[in-house]
Each structure stands twice: as C-alpha cells, then as structure tokens.
C-alpha cells in the first residue's frame, strides 16, 4: 500500500484571509423562486438532480422488497449482493451482517451509478483541502485528500464532478484537525476560533454560490474526526441544524442526530499506513487462548471504571492493561489482539476508538463500551452479527457477559467480522466498498433520505 500523498498537497500556512475574503453578495440567489429565462435552466437542473435521487429511491425500495419477499417466502438465497463475497459465505451469514443485503447492493450500485459531489474550491491549505494523515485523526485527511485527489466527471469512479448544476451534495472540505492545529490556543479550551473559521467558510460558499441558501445546508457535508468537529460545527447554524456532519465524535447524548449525520469510524495510523501485523491473515476463535483484551490509558470516566474493575486481575485470560502507545516497556499490541476473542473499545474521553477498527482489522469480535455512541455504517450493517455491545453500567459484569457467550457463537460473531473487514479498510487509491466509499455511501444515504429497515 502506497504511503497518503499528504505531501501532494502544498502546505501554505497562510490561513484566515483566503476564508473571509470575497463576500460580495452574488444576486439571483432566489432565482429558483423568481422564474427568469437563467433561471428556469437552473431549475431544470434542479428538477433533473431530485428526478435522479426519486429514481434511485425507487430502484432501492424494489429490490428491498423484492428480497423481504424472498425472505419471507423463506426461499433463502437472501441475496443478490453474493456475487461480491468470496463463493465460500454463507447467505445466512449475509443476511445477519446486512440488515438488507439485497437494499444494499442497489444503493451501492445507484450510488456508483449516479452520485455526484461537487467539493468548494474556496479556501487554501492546511485548513482547507488537506488534514492530518496520520495517528489518531488520519481518516479525515485521506478523506479530505481522496474526494480532492478524485478526477471530476470521470466515467469511471467519477464520484466528483466540476459541475455543481449536477451536484447531489456539497463537500465543504475543511479539516477541523487542522484548525486546532494552527488556530486554536494550547490550553484555552477556547474553541471560538474553530467555529469561527467555519462560519467563515460557510458564509464565503453561501455567498458566492446560490447552493447553501437553495437548501439552508441540507445538501452539504462537512467530515471530522477530531474530538471537537461537532463543537466546531455549531460555529454555523445551519450547518449545525441542516448539515450533513460525518463525524468520529457520534455522541447522540452530544447533538449527534444517526438520520441527519454520519458516523464514521476512527483509525490510527502511527506512520500513515495500515501496520502489516493488522493486514496478515488472523486465526479462528478456537486458535485465541485470550477471552478479552484492553490496553490504553485512564482517559475519561468510561476508561477509568474498566480500569479500576479489571486492571491486572487476569493477566492470562483477560488482559487490561493501563498502557499508552509510546510507553517504555513496549507491549505488542497488535499480538494480543490477534490473540484474542474479543477486543475490549471502550470510550475514551469521546465515544469513539480506533480500537473498533484495530479489532475488526485483527477478527477480533469488538466489545463496544460506549453510552450514547451511534456506529459507523449502522444503516446497513449490524453491528449485533460482529461485535458486543455493553453499556457502561456493566463493566463490574463484563466478563461474565463474555465468557457466557457460547463458543459456537463466538465463532459466527467472528465470521461476520471478518465479512465486514472490506468496509474498514483504507486502500491508496480507494477500492469498492472500502472506507471511504462506505462514507459515501451514507452520505448518499442521507440525501435520499432513506432508511434501510431490516429485511
Ligand atoms: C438465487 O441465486 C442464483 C444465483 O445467484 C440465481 O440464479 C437464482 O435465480 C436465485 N434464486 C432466487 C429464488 O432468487
Ligand atoms: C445567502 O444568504 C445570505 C444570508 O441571508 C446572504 O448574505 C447571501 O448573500 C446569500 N447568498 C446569495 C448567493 O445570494
Ligand atoms: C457524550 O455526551 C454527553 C453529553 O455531553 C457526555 O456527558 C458524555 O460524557 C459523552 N460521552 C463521552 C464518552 O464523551
């Protein structure tokens, strides 16, 4: 895998004047109110965008039904999404780890099919057009990076196009990482300059473009990872309100709405690349002499109460560790990962953890330890076909909970694992169904509005 082309993109530190100029109020903005001859072509436009997401709406509901019928008929073969699997998986298996495969496979394919974004030019690096790609915040950058790197209206993988007329959503592509890195003031906890600087780059695309006021925000996304892309984000109340937000920080106890926002899933890249030892070929649960697994530090209340409950207990069977990345006796974490049957991914002082995907990458069934967090891909995965999930009030018993789970099942929750590991998977360029088409994927989602119910 080759390292992210971070380095393609020139880092200016030049920041705020290339976000608060060119103002200038640009007139016709109600155009699509106030028939003119200009502004009836952009109606059309507008009528032939929607006309396209009606299309692919019914496309979807069709086969949604057409395989609930099938499933219900109980003539298995639950889905026409089989031949993206290997030929060995199971439809059953399928089924449980889809909440529809076959509503999937559609969407999926509609989207290739169809979807459009148009990404603002305005604004310059580091905080526009770039992020971090590496540690804990890298899915934003290569995020940021790959819809940038993507040709515009390429037939093939032409996800991006340069005509926003034909645009079914806007990025704004903005790296929250970044703004603390060059804007915020070390230990201020002051955040006013974030939000600052999002409102300013909404209000220079609102300005000179008729998008953002069309639809107060609603067709617009905006991603972060950081831990305060969700307080930055309020910097503007419409995008607050109507935006489409692909955050880490899916707290929904924090303003995170799962109908309106996208979670998406936080990985840590030490150097930028996904490390070999998570990438080689992992074990069955019977070949995992270790029940559970947790290593990290005592951040937040979540951490704290694992730690005090678990800590050196069972050093052999059920591992918790307080240890940090970089600490001096080196722990092989990955090992003990792949080690185990279950991976422990408590939050830390957000709800989010990159040890969800570290688990997933080693088939290492996730224990999510989370109060309030909404999971990635939740439309169209579920999570109950390959992880755990335990509220935080359960801790004292979490090792009951585990060891109660009978072997059979722990295989099976290991299976589904190991069927969701494509979608977790950060490639250079992007591959089908990785990461970043997953994000778009429920960005698409959000703007057809849909929900895909379980078959
Ligand atoms: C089941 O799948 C096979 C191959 O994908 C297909 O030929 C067959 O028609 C399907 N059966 C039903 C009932 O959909
Ligand atoms: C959009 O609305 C804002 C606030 O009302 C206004 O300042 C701006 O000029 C409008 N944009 C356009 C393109 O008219
Ligand atoms: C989620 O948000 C609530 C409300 O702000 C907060 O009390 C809680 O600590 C958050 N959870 C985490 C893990 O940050």
């Not at 002051?190 to 600052?196: F, G, H, N, S, V």
């Not at 006021?213 to 930055?232: Q, T």
């Not at 607050?240 to 936080?266: H, M, Q």
């Not at 830390?348 to 040890?355: D, I, L, Y």
Request: proline share 8%.
């Amino acid at each position: 895998m080759a390292p992210p082309e971070c380095s393609l993109l020139i880092l200016t530190v030049v920041l705020s004047t290339a976000l608060v100029v060119g103002s200038s109020v640009v007139s016709g903005s109600r155009a699509l109110v106030t028939p003119t001859a200009s502004s009836s072509a952009k109606s059309s436009q507008l009528m032939s965008v929607e006309h396209e997401l009606d299309a692919a709406r019914a496309a979807i509901r069709r086969a949604a039904r057409r395989h609930g019928d099938l499933a219900r008929r109980g003539k298995g073969n639950a889905s026409t999404a089989s031949d993206w699997f290997d030929p060995g998986v199971e439809d059953a298996l399928l089924a449980s780890v889809y909440r529809n495969p076959a509503a999937f496979h559609r969407s999926y394919t509609e989207m290739e099919k169809r979807f459009k974004v148009y990404v603002y030019e305005e604004g310059e690096p580091p905080i526009v057009h770039a992020g971090p790609c590496k540690n804990i915040y890298t899915i934003e950058g290569r995020f940021i990076e790959q819809l940038e790197l993507t040709v515009p209206d390429a037939v093939i993988g032409g996800v991006r196009t340069s005509d926003p007329a034909k645009a079914h959503a806007f990025f704004l592509p903005f790296s929250v990482t970044k703004m603390v890195q060059f804007a915020y003031v070390p230990n201020t906890y002051d955040k006013t300059p974030l939000r600052e600087i999002v409102a300013d780059y909404v209000r220079v695309v609102a300005s000179r473009h008729p998008f953002w006021n069309r639809s107060a925000g609603a067709d617009h996304f905006m991603l972060s990872c950081h831990d305060w892309g969700p307080e930055a984000s309020r910097g503007h109340p419409e995008l607050y309100a109507n935006g489409i937000r692909a955050l880490c920080n899916a707290n929904t106890s924090e303003g995170f709405r799962p109908g309106k926002d996208v979670s998406i899933p936080e990985i840590n890249l030490y150097d930028g690349d996904t490390p070999a030892q998570l990438l080689a070929p992992a074990g069955p649960a019977a070949s995992r002499p270790v029940l559970a697994f947790f290593a990290g530090r005592r951040h937040g209340p979540v951490r704290d109460l694992l730690l005090r409950h678990w800590k050196g207990r069972d050093p052999e069977v059920f591992p918790v560790l307080e240890h940090g990345h970089g600490d001096d006796d080196e722990l092989d974490y990955y090992a003990f990962m792949r080690r185990s049957r279950f991976c422990l991914c408590p939050s830390g002082f957000e709800v989010a953890s990159p040890r969800v995907v570290e688990a997933v990458l080693a088939e290492c069934v996730p224990v999510v330890v989370a109060d309030g967090y909404a999971l990635p891909f939740a439309d169209v995965l579920r999570w109950e076909a390959f992880s755990v999930a335990v509220p935080v009030a359960e801790i004292p018993r979490l090792r009951e909970v585990l060891e109660r789970i009978p072997a059979p099942e722990v295989e099976r929750l290991r299976m589904g694992v190991r069927l969701v590991k494509r979608h977790f998977m950060l490639h250079q360029p992007p591959e089908r169904m990785d990461m970043f088409h997953m994000i778009l994927h429920s960005v698409w989602l959000r703007r057809l509005n849909l929900r895909i119910m379980d078959h």
